[in-house]
């Protein structure tokens, strides 16, 4: 049996592939697991039937037989650990991989996502130009320490992994003028990303769920 994921039924982010059932529909493909997607409203996410596979009343979800889970992270991670393909063999390396995991969610995405919330709430705040100054240093700092580490690299450590795959997935939301023109080695990693055929397959049907609320609208 497949397992099954839910996902936005009309995505904010207009098909971008910005939604975080990006990245487990991109672990999916990379891994070759075939996969059903139940596709949930903004109302149905708060409805108890849907908390009860996800507390907070958010998406993306997984189910496969009698395991649930939530978090966009830990499905990735429960995914690279089934299958072959997203985590090294060798155990130094493979702790090193989920070690990016976590820092692309905890350390690179928090400034990324502020700066984004506060570009689309804080708009017509009196403050809002000093606090997006501060919120666009933070984003710079870290996209910094990141091409620093990167140099002329192709992944972050070796081998593509889970940890590649969730740092592209944060860093796509600073495409057009979040200052990645800056640092044109973190630019170039993220068109890796962009360019692998699971990538690709994954974007598409994403895209074509937003393309599909569209036709109907």
Known sequence: MNPTITAFEQSPDRGQGLARDMRVRWALEEVGQPYDVRLVSFAGMKERAHRRLHPFGQIPTYEAGDLTLFESGAIVLHIAERHGGLLPEDANARARAIAW??????????????????????????????????????????????????????????????????????????????????????????????????????????LAVFTATQTKG
């Open 101 to 206: 995991m976590f820092a692309a969610l905890n350390t690179v995405e928090p400034p990324i996502v502020e700066r984004s919330m506060a570009i689309i709430l804080e708009r017509d705040k009196s403050w809002y130009a000093e606090r997006q100054t501060m919120l666009d240093d933070r984003v710079r700092a870290r996209l910094g320490e990141l091409s620093n580490h990167l140099g002329d690299a192709e992944w972050l450590d070796g081998e593509f992994s889970a940890g590649d795959l969730l740092m592209v997935t944060v860093l796509r939301r600073l495409r057009g003028g979040g200052g990645l023109e800056n640092y044109p080695n973190v630019g170039a990693y993220i068109a890796r990303g962009e360019a692998r055929p699971a990538y690709q397959r994954a974007f598409a049907d994403q």
